[in-house]
């Protein structure tokens, strides 16, 4: 292909708090990518979130929306503004992130999870223990108890009750063991699934597609099931024993954030979320209205999110190098607060593209992301 052929049409949503921050800098390193691999890049900016709120009066408007699904692929900061905390239902900003996932059918969420060697010496994990963690998450991201009806809060006899309702048909199940299934075959052919099958029905029934979609199509992939409450402490104990961990929409929330202790902050956490047309990515953390604003936000997860996008958009060689890019900047401990460092989002930023095409960087790490 040569390279004026190559063009990506990214709708790019900062969002609210560090959102705007993190997504400058990603959008810098991205920018680079496109300069030095030689692919036109066209980027547009959209509200969601309490941006779009106090803009539209809506979360999700439908200009946004829109943009999203004529795009590539779509770049997202972090939603949430404690000034809208006190809305509920769908003029949330969370429910406009929901409502957007939902709609663009992207019902996996990949969540890789590695501790890079200069992290891991400052880990509040033993480093031993840590070092060789390389997870997979496989989150479901359309169903499940963010999605369930009845949902609600209801009021009977002067008494509030809320409501909401933990469901999967099979169907949504064997389609996130599938995607679980086929990384494993592209990784260590190993897949923890993870449930509470000792409580919930619709954990019992999870188990059982999940052996079946294991049994038919995957027999040459080993396969452990973990109750939540169990895996939770084995991620910390012993982080390599996974290597794809397939989860529900909850779980693989709560543990994500979890896991993100082991490289020492939810800032450097990547996520692509897939399964249609276009490709939703996003960093792991949210908004973090703590440190909204003052450039001190940890702009790694938005950067590597980047990667998976390019890896999935056939630019492996520019994820390669925003990967290296990465790995040379934590070496040169271009770090910021969150992990001990002095640095500031842009300095991480622009440390991450002189190494990745600028002074030349020393070692290329291959993953490519896609389904
Ligand atoms: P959070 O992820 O925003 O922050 C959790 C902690 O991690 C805070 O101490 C924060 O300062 C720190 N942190 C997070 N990202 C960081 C970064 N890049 N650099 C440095 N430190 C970072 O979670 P929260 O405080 O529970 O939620 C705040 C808001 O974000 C809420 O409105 C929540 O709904 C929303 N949220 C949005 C997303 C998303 O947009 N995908 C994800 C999670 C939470
Ligand atoms: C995440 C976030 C979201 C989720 C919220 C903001 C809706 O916590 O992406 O991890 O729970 O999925
Ligand atoms: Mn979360």
Known sequence: MSGVSRSHNIAVLPGDGIGPEVTDAALQVLTEAAEAEGFGLEFSTYCIGGSAL???????????RAACEAADAVLLGAIGDPR??????????????????????????LRPVQVYEDLAVRSPVKSGRI??????????????????????VTHANGLRTGVNTMAYCEDEVARIARVAFGWARRRRFHVTSVDK????????LWRTVVDEVHAREFPDVSLTHL????????????????DVLLTGNLFGDILSDLVAALPGSLGVLPSASL?????????????????????????VGAILSVAMMLDTL?????????????????????????????AST???????????FGLGSANMQAAGYGI
């Open 54 to 64: 106090d803009r539209f009066d809506v979360p999700l408007p439908s200009t946004t």
């Open 84 to 109: 809208w905390d006190h809305e509920t239902g769908s003029r949330r900003c969370e429910a406009a992130l929901l409502e957007l996932r939902r709609h663009l059918g992207v019902f996996a969420n």
């Open 131 to 152: 070092a060789a963690t390389d997870i997979l998450i496989v989150r479901e991201l359309t169903g499940g108890v963010y999605f369930g009806t009845p949902r609600g």
């Open 197 to 204: 099958a000792n409580v919930l029905e619709v954990s019992q």
């Open 227 to 242: 109750y939540v409450d169990n895996a939770a402490m084995q991620l910390v104990l012993q982080p390599d024993a996974f």
């Open 275 to 299: 399964g249609a047309s276009v490709g939703l990515f996003e960093p792991v953390h949210g908004s973090a209205p703590g440190i909204a604003g003052r450039g001190r936000a940890n702009p």
């Open 314 to 342: 056939g630019e492996g060689t520019a994820a390669a190098r925003i990967r290296s890019g990465v790995a040379d900047a934590f070496r040169a401990g271009v770090m910021t607060a969150d992990l001990g460092g002095t």
């Open 346 to 356: 842009t300095d991480v930023g622009a440390a991450v593209c002189r190494f990745a």
